[in-house]
């Protein structure tokens, strides 16, 4: 029977290949959100962000927002930081094409901010 120190190479090379087996995946883990997909902000016509919207348009101008609808992506930023909107919001007295902009505040922990134009 061969001693420890004479199988040492193999015992190595076992170590080596149990740690790698383990560290591809918590890699991949590390740089995942909570679903398991990679961070990504919130679409334009996301409840979310029609919901940021509204709240916004609603303090803003001092009225209450009736639609929130059409929303589309006119375009992101090449690494996706950014997403440029267009939306069609109706209050009591008019309907007005706004725009607005969804972006990362943080993106580790994954909060976005919106920000746009006003009624």
Same mark, same amino acid.
């Given at each position: 029977?061969? @001693?420890? /120190?004479?199988?040492? !190479? #193999?015992?190595? +090379?076992? #170590?080596?290949?149990?740690? =790698?087996?383990?560290?591809?995946?918590?890699?991949? +883990? *590390?740089?995942?959100?909570?679903?398991? @997909?990679?961070?990504?902000?919130?679409? &334009?016509?996301?409840?979310?962000? *029609?919901?940021?919207?509204?709240?916004?348009?609603?303090?803003? !101008?001092?009225? =209450?927002? *009736?639609?929130?609808?059409?929303?589309?992506?006119?375009? @992101?930023?090449? @690494?996706?930081?950014?997403?440029? &909107?267009?939306? =069609?919001?109706?209050?009591?007295?008019?309907?007005?094409?706004?725009?607005? =902009?969804?972006?990362?505040?943080?993106?580790? /922990?994954?909060?976005? +901010?919106?920000? !746009?134009?006003?009624?």
């Amino acid at each position: 029977m061969k @001693s420890f /120190n004479e199988d040492i !190479g #193999g015992y190595a +090379f076992l #170590g080596l290949l149990i740690a =790698t087996v383990w560290a591809i995946p918590l890699a991949v +883990f *590390l740089h995942r959100d909570a679903h398991g @997909s990679p961070m990504e902000l919130p679409r &334009c016509d996301e409840a979310r962000s *029609l919901d940021q919207v509204r709240t916004a348009l609603e303090a803003q !101008g001092g009225r =209450t927002v *009736l639609g929130l609808y059409a929303a589309s992506e006119v375009r @992101s930023g090449a @690494s996706r930081d950014y997403r440029r &909107c267009t939306a =069609t919001v109706v209050t009591s007295d008019r309907e007005a094409h706004i725009g607005f =902009t969804i972006g990362w505040h943080d993106r580790r /922990n994954g909060i976005p +901010f919106w920000t !746009g134009d006003g009624l």
